[in-house]
Antibody
Framework: EVQLLESGGGLVQPGGSLRLSCAASGFTFSNNAMTWVRQAPGKGLEWVSGISESGRTTYYADSVKGRFTISRDNSKNTLFLQMNSLRAEDTALYYC????????????WGQGTLVTVSS | QSVLTQPPSASGTPGQRVTISCSGSNSNIGSYTVNWYQQLPRTAPKLLIYISDQRPSGVPERFSGSKSGTSASLAISGLQSEDEADYYCAAWDDSLNAVVFGGGTKLTVL
């Protein structure tokens, strides 16, 4: 059974940093591209970042480019999102998701970890 | 303002057929396939349609997708109360080099 378990969310002050993790199991992690998608309270889905199977290629939404860094450790089946210079508008539930083959569709999602940016 | 445009709401009665539209541009829907997600209240999104018209295993045949030019549609036939959810379209955008989502459509089953 595929499982994605996010952790690392919490309350942080504006300008602060957080590192999110996503522990994957039930599939060959190193064979799958991964992504982060967020959802602000009461709002829609927003794609944040994606990473290739090897980790060599990364993609970012303009809203987080230069502030967030996606990475992965295939030896530990774990996906990361380093978030710096956090802003109030980054407050959201952050989901990690597995890319479905070669398409930019996501077939398995975690339950999310909540990030709140507030003073 | 989302790159892909969806109606904010849709509704239907049990048994009816409902269609949700998703409008984009040449840099996204016009060049790439569309994926649809269903998000039930207080749950993570679920992939409903991929490559514009394909259903993952386990998704009922009542759900179907189509694409034409820079627009896509999700159709739900034989509407059921459990279909009440938010629905999102998404596609790759090569101008932004990013995945773009629609703003979501809240489906109400009357």
């Amino acid at each position: 059974e595929v499982q994605l378990l996010e952790s690392g969310g919490g309350l942080v002050q504006p300008g602060g940093s957080l590192r999110l993790s996503c522990a994957a199991s039930g599939f060959t992690f190193s064979n799958n591209a991964m992504t982060w998608v967020r959802q602000a309270p009461g709002k829609g889905l927003e794609w944040v970042s994606g990473i290739s199977e090897s980790g060599r290629t990364t993609y970012y939404a303009d809203s987080v480019k230069g502030r967030f860094t996606i990475s992965r450790d295939n030896s530990k089946n774990t996906l990361f999102l380093q978030m710096n210079s956090l802003r109030a508008e980054d407050t959201a539930l952050y989901y990690c998701a597995k890319r479905y083959g070669s398409i930019w569709g996501f077939d398995y999602w975690g339950q999310g970890t909540l990030v709140t940016v507030s003073s | 303002q989302s790159v892909l445009t969806q109606p904010p709401s849709a509704s239907g009665t049990p048994g009816q057929r409902v269609t949700i539209s998703c409008s984009g541009s040449n840099s996204n829907i016009g060049s790439y396939t569309v994926n649809w997600y269903q998000q039930l209240p207080r749950t993570a999104p679920k992939l409903l349609i991929y490559i514009s018209d394909q259903r993952p295993s386990g998704v009922p045949e009542r759900f179907s997708g189509s694409k034409s030019g820079t627009s896509a549609s999700l159709a739900i036939s034989g509407l059921q109360s459990e279909d009440e959810a938010d629905y999102y379209c998404a596609a790759w955008d090569d101008s932004l080099n990013a995945v773009v989502f629609g703003g979501g459509t809240k489906l109400t089953v009357l």
